[in-house]
Every structure is written in structure tokens, then in C-alpha cells.
């Protein structure tokens, strides 16, 4: 059903896939609703299946999903500790926005989600993303290292060096998550 809406079948076809419980398909519709998609008569109709869709997504395991949907709770004063919960799902679930969101935001203890400072997990993190190959994460990365090793002794980076080698060996590989041939 999504590969019939992604090859331009209408949106009905995203809908009955999202129905039918594929959390890809729920994120594709919150976005396309997001996006100006679809038709509601009620209004704040729209609001509603755009927090429902991009919940169910988070809730069956997407972690683009659950990105976006921290991302939007965060843009409509959603609760902080949903949108901390979100973060850091998405980032165990290695999708590189979050990661980077994630390990920025421990990097700072004063950081709006109320995660605890944690150098060693954030230069870890950093690392990880460092070494990827493409995008602008690793360029990104690669400018936040320095700053982070000025606030850590030798010891923690160390420390943050064996952690992400320990995070590459029990997380999937960083990804976008993005869809291959349209799905």
C-alpha cells in the first residue's frame, strides 16, 4: 500500500497502510498531514492525526518517526520529558539526527530537555558521527570534538573513544532512516 502511494496512487493508499499498522507509512502521513496533505472539517482534526500518526510511528519502532515526532512535540510546547523520551529512543535507535541532537544536548547542563551532562557519552556519540562518510553530520562532528575534549581530561576521552567503539558493536549502524526505492 505505500509503494502504491509512493508511486503517486493517491493518499488513501498511505492511509489504509498506516491503518494497517506499518510505522514507516504512519510517519509518511503525519508528515504528508504536516505537510498540508489530505482534507479535515473539524478544526484542530488535523493537529490530532498528526500526533496520532507520528505516536503510532514512534510506538512501533520507527526511529525517524520517533525523531519527528520530538521534533513536533518540540515545536507545540509538547511536554519536556516526552520530547527527552523521543530523543534518546531515536538515538538508540541509531538514527543520526538524533544521535547528534543527543549528544549536544548532554554536552550542556543547562540543556532546555533536562538531560544530565554526560561528556563521556556525548564525545562518544560525536565520534561515532565524526567518522561517517556523508552528509553534514561528520563535518558537524568533527567542529564539536575540540570543544568537547577542552572540557574532559585525558582520562574521559579515553573513556568517550571506548565508548563508542562499545555503541558501534550493540547499537544498527547510524542511518537517516530514509526510504530505499520510494518505501
Do not use: C
Request: a negative charge.
Amino acid at each position: 500500500m505505500t509503494v502504491l502511494y509512493t508511486a503517486g496512487q493517491g493518499l488513501p493508499w498511505l492511509e489504509k497502510a498506516a491503518e494497517a499498522g506499518d510505522s514507516y507509512a504512519q510517519q509518511m502521513l503525519a508528515s504528508a498531514y504536516k505537510s498540508g496533505a489530505g482534507w479535515f472539517l473539524i478544526p484542530g482534526s488535523r493537529e490530532k492525526a498528526i500526533i496520532k500518526w507520528f505516536k503510532a510511528s514512534s510506538e512501533g519502532g520507527n526511529p525517524r518517526g520517533m525523531f519527528l515526532y520530538a521534533n513536533y512535540l518540540y515545536d507545540h510546547n509538547g511536554s519536556k520529558e516526552e520530547i527527552a523520551y523521543w530523543v534518546k529512543n531515536s538515538a538508540e535507535h541509531s538514527n543520526i539526527d538524533a544521535v547528534g541532537t543527543y549528544a549536544y544536548k548532554i554536552s550542556d547542563p543547562s540543556n532546555e530537555l533536562g538531560y544530565p551532562e554526560n561528556l563521556i557519552e556525548a564525545y562518544g556519540l560525536t565520534l561515532l558521527l565524526s567518522k561517517l562518510e556523508a552528509g553534514t553530520a561528520p563535518e558537524d562532528a568533527k567542529r564539536l570534538l575540540p570543544d568537547l575534549a577542552k572540557k574532559m581530561n585525558p582520562v574521559e576521552i579515553t573513556e568517550g573513544i571506548e565508548l563508542s567503539k562499545e555503541w558501534k558493536k550493540t547499537h544498527p549502524p547510524l542511518s537517516y532512516f530514509d526510504p530505499i526505492y520510494g518505501y
